[in-house]
């Protein structure tokens, strides 16, 4: 029995806003932050980190974060100056940090608020 079957490929889209807030780069992906996508928010914060100062990576906005996301934080941890991350949005995303021992390297706050005053804080 032959089943057919029509793949439907669905470009992946992420778009990142990039702010300056007290003093700090804030940047805020939008979709899926996946191996698809990744290289598209790695290229926006290794722009933040040339520039100098703090980062902040807004995750609040990501749906999905896989892998190829992790490793643009890490990389981007390891490049700025002072770098942190938000994660108050999806469940899966926390999830995501905690499991893969992220949460543990990298400096996670729950609101934006926080990650600005550990990314300025002398």
Not at 19 to 25: M, P, Q, V
Not at 27 to 50: K, N, R
């Amino acid at each position: 029995m032959n089943i057919p079957f029509s793949a439907v490929s669905v470009p992946a889209e992420l778009t990142v806003t990039t702010t300056d807030h007290e003093g700090a780069r804030v940047l805020t992906p939008v979709g899926d932050l996946d191996a698809a996508t990744a290289h598209v928010f790695a290229e926006a914060l290794a722009d933040a980190a040339q520039l100098g100062g703090p980062v902040v990576a807004d995750l609040s906005r990501v749906e999905f974060l896989g892998c190829a996301g992790i490793r643009a934080l890490f990389t981007a941890h390891d490049r700025a100056a002072s770098f942190t991350v938000v994660c108050d949005g999806a469940r899966s995303v926390r999830r995501c940090l905690d499991v893969t021992g992220a949460s543990d390297t990298l400096a996670v706050h729950t609101t934006l608020a926080e990650a600005l005053a550990a990314a300025v804080a002398p």
